[in-house]
Nanobody, 119 residues
Framework: QVQFVESGGGLVQSGGSLRLSCAAS????????GGWYRQAPGKQRELVAA???????NYADSVKGRFTISRDNAKNTVYLQMNSLKPEDTAVYYC?????????????WGQGTQVTVSS
C-alpha cells in the first residue's frame, strides 16, 4: 500500500511562511506527478498545487504567486513552500500522487499536517 507522510505545518501569523514536506513510500514521485491538497473546516478537499515528473507545475488560483511546489526525486519527496500566508490558507494539508488533471491518484491518504494562519 502507498503511504504518504506530511510534515511542516504549524501556527503562523498572517504574512508568514511555512515549508511543507511529503515523503512517499516506494518511488511514487519518480513515477507520477505529486500534488498537495487541502481541506478547510466545512469545505471539500481541493487541489493546491501539482508537479509532474518533468517539472511542470500547476497551482490553484488562490495560491498563485505565493506558493511554490517542488520535488526531489532522489528523496522521493515533494515540498510546498508557502509564503505570504493568509488566514484563508488555514486547513489540513495532504499530499498524494496526482494525475495530470490534478486529481489524486490513490485513495490512501496520510494524516495531513495542520496549517493555521492567525490574523
Amino acid at each position: 500500500q502507498v503511504q504518504f507522510v506530511e510534515s511542516g505545518g504549524g501556527l503562523v501569523q498572517s504574512g508568514g511562511s511555512l515549508r511543507l514536506s511529503c515523503a512517499a513510500s516506494g518511488s511514487i514521485f519518480r513515477l507520477y506527478a505529486g500534488g498537495w491538497y487541502r481541506q478547510a473546516p466545512g469545505k471539500q478537499r481541493e487541489l493546491v498545487a501539482a508537479i509532474t515528473s518533468g517539472g511542470y507545475t500547476n497551482y490553484a488560483d488562490s495560491v498563485k504567486g505565493r506558493f511554490t511546489i517542488s520535488r526531489d526525486n532522489a528523496k522521493n519527496t515533494v515540498y510546498l513552500q508557502m509564503n505570504s500566508l493568509k488566514p484563508e490558507d488555514t486547513a489540513v494539508y495532504y499530499c498524494n500522487a496526482a494525475y495530470n488533471s490534478g486529481s489524486p491518484r490513490y485513495d490512501y491518504w496520510g494524516q495531513g499536517t495542520q496549517v493555521t494562519v492567525s490574523s
